[in-house]
Antibody, heavy 121, light 107 residues
Framework: EVQLVESGGGLVQPGRSLKLSCLVS????????MHWIRQTPGKGLEWVAS????????YYADAVKGRFTISRDSAKNTLDLLMTSLRSEDTALYYC??????????????WGRGAMVTVSS | DIQMTQSPASLSASLGETVSIECLAS??????LAWYQQKSGKSPQLLIS???RLHDGVPSRFSGSGSGTRYSLKISGMQPEDEADYFC?????????FGSGTKLEIK
């Protein structure tokens, strides 16, 4: 059974750092692209960052570029998101999601339950 | 960035009614479109990929269609368990982008 479980969320002051982790199981981690997606009531779902299968490509949303770092540890089956210089607008529920690619088509077939990040003084 | 304009923002339907939700992409996305359902307090769940391909286990009352820049999700015969938020998402180009969502409620 495929499972994705996020951890590391919490309350953090503006300008500080926080690391989210996503522990995965039930599939060969390195074979899949993995993504972080965040959700807020006001802005809806927003893609944040991704790492492709075999770690060939890494992409970031402009809103987090230079502040967030995505990485994976295939030995530990974990996907991390290091968030630095946090801002109030980074407050959101952060999901990790698996990207399934079939031919030329891709879609998120599994999502975690999410980790809440609140940036506030 | 490709903008996904989703409509309507909210919708109420009677049991058994057929409902449609639309997404308009700011440029052609070649059917690289997925639809997700999100029930209250839960994470999004895949319904449809590649604009019209029903995901495993999704009831056949859900269907997707469209091409180019216009796509739609149809629920043929609203059921109580269909009350949820629905989102479209394009995977044609980075950054991946989502529609703003449609809240579907039972009338």
């Amino acid at each position: 059974e495929v499972q994705l479980v996020e951890s590391g969320g919490g309350l953090v002051q503006p300008g500080r750092s926080l690391k989210l982790s996503c522990l995965v199981s039930g599939f060969t981690f390195s074979d899949y692209g993995m993504h972080w997606i965040r959700q807020t009531p006001g802005k809806g779902l927003e893609w944040v960052a991704s790492v492709s299968s075999r770690d060939i490509y890494i992409y970031y949303a402009d809103a987090v570029k230079g502040r967030f770092t995505i990485s994976r540890d295939s030995a530990k089956n974990t996907l991390d998101l290091l968030m630095t210089s946090l801002r109030s607008e980074d407050t959101a529920l952060y999901y990790c999601a698996r990207l399934k690619t079939v031919g030329i088509r891709s879609y998120f077939d599994y999502w975690g339950r999410g980790a809440m990040v609140t940036v506030s003084s | 960035d490709i903008q996904m304009t989703q409509s309507p923002a909210s919708l109420s339907a009677s049991l058994g009614e057929t409902v449609s939700i639309e997404c308009l992409a700011s440029e052609g996305i070649s059917n690289d479109l997925a639809w997700y359902q999100q029930k209250s307090g839960k994470s999004p769940q895949l319904l449809i990929s590649a604009a019209s391909r029903l995901h495993d286990g999704v009831p056949s009352r859900f269907s997707g269609s469209g091409s180019g820049t216009r796509y739609s999700l149809k629920i043929s015969g609203m059921q109580p368990e269909d009350e949820a938020d629905y989102f479209c998402q394009q995977s044609h180009k980075f950054p991946l982008t989502f529609g703003s969502g449609t809240k579907l409620e039972i009338k």
